[in-house]
């Protein structure tokens, strides 16, 4: 059994991907363009990995192949130079079954505090209510397929002050509940957003969310 502590740090571990991998790939391609030839050889069963993934990204063997080996090294300097270890969705899945809802909420809150930063630094513009729309592209991505691989399709959107959230993942209850604690939080401690929960339905692969949102500020006034 992992110790409170040893849960929190992986908790802050599974932070970051493919949008601070990006970001230092393009910082360090805009200081050189020069590169050389490396060769190696695969075995089949990866190959025949290598070929599913060009099947789905429609690009060549080689530009999939250069692109994950840019990524793993791109991950493995990041988490030496940041004490940091990457784990994979399924440990993820694993250690939060392992841990009660009120170590959730303390974990999700902790992941959240510096997920924020990775926002920050995507978007450029202060969290508050006015740019919180702005953002919400960015969470998308950042959770989504694109990124974190959370969650397998996400969909975020503002109608009429109701705040629409839809997400479908694998990753079974535990994280749908550490994901509900994470996005509330998100929303008040950042974004200064008070919400009243409209619908709130959780499955182990759904989360349905509407949230009636308004400003903490303007809240304390009525």
Known sequence: MFSKTTVKSYGNIYRMRKHIIILMRKM????SDKENYIGFRLAEEFLKKLDIIVKQENKSRGLIAKDGIKEWIDLQLYNQNNNLLSISKT??????????????????????NNMVDILRFLVAKPMNENTFPEYIHYIINLFGKTGLRWFNSLNIEIKNNILLFRGIHDLEDSFSFFFIFFYKYLLSKFFN??????????????????????????SNNV
Do not use: G, W
């Open 28 to 31: 360090n391609e805009k200081k």
């Open 91 to 112: 440990f993820f899945r694993t250690l939060l079954s392992m841990i009660d809802n009120n170590n959730i909420e303390e974990i999700a809150i902790d992941v959240c």
């Open 193 to 218: 957003l008070n919400y009243n929960p409209k619908l709130e339905e959780m499955t182990s692969n759904f989360i349905h969310l509407d949230l009636d949102i308004k400003n903490q500020n303007d």
